[in-house]
């Protein structure tokens, strides 16, 4: 059974900080590609970032510069380390896999900047 549980979201002001985490069992996670996504009221979910198994590395044009995403395969996980928040970025966030040709979702951690 595949699990992505995510944490870390939470209210931080504008210009802070804050960093996601997901946790994935199920898969062997190694030899995934994994993807952050995020949903606004009133708007489409919406790619963030992505990683592939081997680390390669694609971002959105809004969050270039100020996000990171990066993974550790020995602990089944992947980050998405948010600088300099916009109350743009305020958001209900995913992490997402596809493994054998279906998709895998989490839960979501929600996202708010204040300004």
């Known amino acids: 059974q595949v699990q992505l549980v995510e944490s870390g979201g939470g209210l931080v002001q504008a210009g802070g900080s804050l960093r996601l985490s997901c946790a994935a069992s199920?898969?062997?996670?190694?030899?995934?590609?994994m993807g952050w996504y995020r949903q606004a009221p009133g708007k489409q979910r919406e790619l963030v970032a992505d990683?592939?198994?081997?680390?390669?590395?694609n971002y959105a044009d809004s969050v270039k510069g100020r996000f990171t995403i990066s993974r550790d395969n020995a602990k089944n996980t992947v980050f998405l380390q948010m600088n300099s928040l916009k109350p743009e970025d305020t958001a209900v966030y995913y992490c997402?896999?596809?493994?054998?040709?279906?998709?895998?979702w989490g839960q979501g951690t929600q996202v708010t900047v204040s300004s």
């Open positions: 997402m896999t596809v493994d054998r040709f279906r998709p895998y």
């Open positions: 990683i592939t198994r081997r680390g390669s590395t």
């Open positions: 199920g898969i062997d996670f190694s030899m995934n590609d």
